[in-house]
């Protein structure tokens, strides 16, 4: 695998690929790479030639009280999974690589952004479409991949991609879950051994709205009252318990076939989101 800092660098290996006619995928990451990320790496070595894995902790996307200096920087063993895991090259910018200058310009998904996890950390969604918009120019790749686990940000960027004529294909790749239901994340490591414990729970709450609905519950707003109840009552601070429509992610009413159940909660000072996509007709 081929490790390079600089967008300069990046383009030049990626013009002697694309000269040999070869695909590339992409895969960015704030790195501390877990399986989930590793499911991206082989989904995309699946289909495109070559494979592009960034790790940059993007400091745009993180609001002045969140977690942008502690965020796990695991350099080291993440080149070694990658190595492991057959990824061509890794773009490893600095924050003055991918930055260079104040940047005037701001790349805003309206609508989607105020939404859900835009609406308690605003301005997040406005540093994600930055930097992928930007990433995306560095690599030009024909395939991005993104973990459906972040539905909210696959949504938008496919929005973003969409709105900007961007040529690149765009692909969800399913949540990866620990055996006990738990979404992987980078962020489950700031779980003390009790909270790892009670955190499953946000994927029950998640799948007990799913049951209710399927069993006839149509009054939506209830079923997510009392699932956003129960989690408050197992210790979690609730920031929201969506029951939404995938393709927008506004509020489902009964006419919607393609449901997606989106939560967020704290577990001390852990912020933990998770989601489940559901058909409500041929069930
Ligand atoms: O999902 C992430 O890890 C980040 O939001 C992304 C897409 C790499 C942009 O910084």
């Known amino acids: 695998m081929q490790i390079v800092t600089s967008v300069a660098a990046l383009r030049e290996v990626i013009r002697q690929w ?12 704030m790195g501390n790479l ?33 977690d942008f200096a502690s965020y796990p920087r695991t350099e080291q063993q993440d080149q070694e999974k990658l190595i ?16 260079p200058q104040a940047t005037q310009t701001g790349i805003s998904v309206s609508g989607l952004s105020a ?22 120019n560095m690599v030009q790749p024909d395939l991005l991949l993104l973990g459906e686990k972040d539905f909210q940000q ?27 239901g738990l979404a992987m994340s980078s962020r489950n490591g ?6 790892r414990q009670h955190a499953p729970k946000l994927y029950q709450a998640l799948i007990a ?8 519950h149509v009054d939506y707003p209830a079923v997510a009252e009392r699932q956003r109840q129960n989690l408050q009552q197992a210790g979690f601070a609730v920031d929201y318990f969506s029951i939404c429509r995938s393709k927008d992610l506004l509020p489902a009413s009964t006419c919607d076939a393609n449901l997606l159940i989106l939560a967020a909660a704290k577990l001390g000072t852990t912020r933990l989101i998770d989601n489940l996509y559901f058909s409500t007709i041929n069930n």
């Open 34 to 66: 877990h399986a989930g990320h590793i499911k991206l790496v082989s989904t995309a070595k699946q289909q495109t030639d070559k494979m592009v894995v960034s790790i940059f902790v993007n400091p745009t996307q993180f609001g002045p009280n969140e």
């Open 84 to 99: 492991a895991n057959g990824a061509d090259l890794l773009f490893l910018p600095a924050v003055t690589e991918m930055y």
């Open 209 to 216: 709205a799913r049951d209710e609905i399927l069993a006839g």
């Open 154 to 180: 696959l949504t938008l960027i496919r929005q973003m991609v969409a709105d900007l004529n961007i040529p690149v294909a765009v692909q969800g790749v399913a949540t990866v879950r620990e055996d006990d």
């Open 190 to 195: 700031y779980l003390t051994d009790q909270q």
């Open 115 to 136: 939404l859900h996890c835009g609406a308690s950390r605003p301005g997040h969604f406005d540093g994600v479409a930055l930097v992928v918009c930007k990433l995306l």
């Open 18 to 29: 694309r000269q040999a006619g070869h695909s590339v995928g992409f895969v960015p990451t």
